[in-house]
């Protein structure tokens, strides 16, 4: 029995990287997911490779969750080919990095467009079957460059937004058996890492060398490791902890060590 049996979960970006470690984790522990990305055929694949529980099923679905009639169209057809939805992550995530002097307006927009304004479309779309059902369980990707990072002015103000939102959304959506909470992962391995190794023209384990270097676990974080925390903020054992973000990064916020 898992803590997820009958449970339906949709996985913004959840194509690859975090988002597919979170299904990944949420599918072993009895969901049904919907994996949704900006490629319908890329999230279709992810979800045949989903090893599901019982009668779960899962399913991939195009769409770019700042566009408010992909997103609209998503939440209903997960609803009626999953049977329902109980757990929103909002994970669809970009960069575009670069000192403010060389940032452009489209830099700033995209990434303002993608976090924020998908996470508030994807929550709209989601709280409609959340409050009529009296049941909901959001989760939305922060990060510990909401704390300031060099180079990111767009998306560490995007990722402090979304911890607003998060808190905003807690009390509003508290009183109808919803919970919001974020997690702020710190350097994951992922294809998003490995861009930002690319553009600062190191090689990719070598960055991952320097980053663990620093952190006072020495090690860098994976996708499992902020599954793992996903799970359990989505699930029951959590249902007294709203309006948080839960930074994952080994103690990196804590300071160099
Ligand atoms: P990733 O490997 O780049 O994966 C992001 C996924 O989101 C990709 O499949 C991408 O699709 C999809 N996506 C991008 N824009 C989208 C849109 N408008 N609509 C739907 N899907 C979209 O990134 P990741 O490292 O797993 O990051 C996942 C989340 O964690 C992001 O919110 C990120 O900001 C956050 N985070 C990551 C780290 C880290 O160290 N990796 C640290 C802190 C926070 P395409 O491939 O088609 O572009």
């Avoid at 060389?102 to 304004?117: F, I, R, S």
């Avoid at 939102?165 to 508290?174: D, I, P, Q, S, V």
Wanted: charged share 20%; net charge negative.
């Amino acid at each position: 029995m898992g803590r997820y049996d009958g449970r339906v979960a949709l996985i913004t970006g959840a194509a690859r990287g975090i988002g597919f470690g979170i299904a990944e984790r949420l599918a072993a522990e009895g969901a049904s997911i919907a994996v949704l990305d900006l490629d319908e055929t890329a999230a279709a694949e992810a979800a045949s490779r989903l090893e599901l529980q019982g009668d779960a099923r899962a399913i991939g679905v195009g769409g770019n969750v700042a566009k408010a009639a992909d997103v609209d169209a998503a939440v209903e057809r997960v609803v009626a080919e999953l049977g329902g939805l109980h757990v929103l992550v909002n994970n669809a995530g970009i960069t575009r990095d670069n000192l403010l002097f060389k940032m452009t307006e489209e830099d700033w927009d995209l990434v303002m467009d993608v976090h924020l304004k998908g996470a508030f479309l994807m929550c709209k779309a989601a709280q409609k079957v959340f409050v009529e059902q009296k049941y909901g369980k959001i989760l939305n990707l922060s990060s510990i460059s909401a704390l300031g990072n060099r180079g990111q002015a767009n998306y560490s103000a995007a990722k402090m937004g979304i911890q607003a939102f998060t808190r905003t959304l807690a009390l509003e959506l508290g009183p109808f058996g919803v919970n919001v909470n974020a997690v702020g992962p710190g350097f994951t391995v992922t294809e998003m890492t490995d861009a930002t190794a690319a553009r600062l023209k190191l090689d990719v384990d070598e960055f991952r060398r320097l980053n663990a270097e620093h952190n006072p676990v020495r090690r860098v974080g994976y996708p499992e490791d902020i599954a793992a925390a996903a799970a359990f903020l989505c699930s029951d054992e959590a249902s007294y902890i709203t309006g948080q973000t839960l930074y994952v990064d080994g103690g990196g916020t804590l300071g160099s060590a």
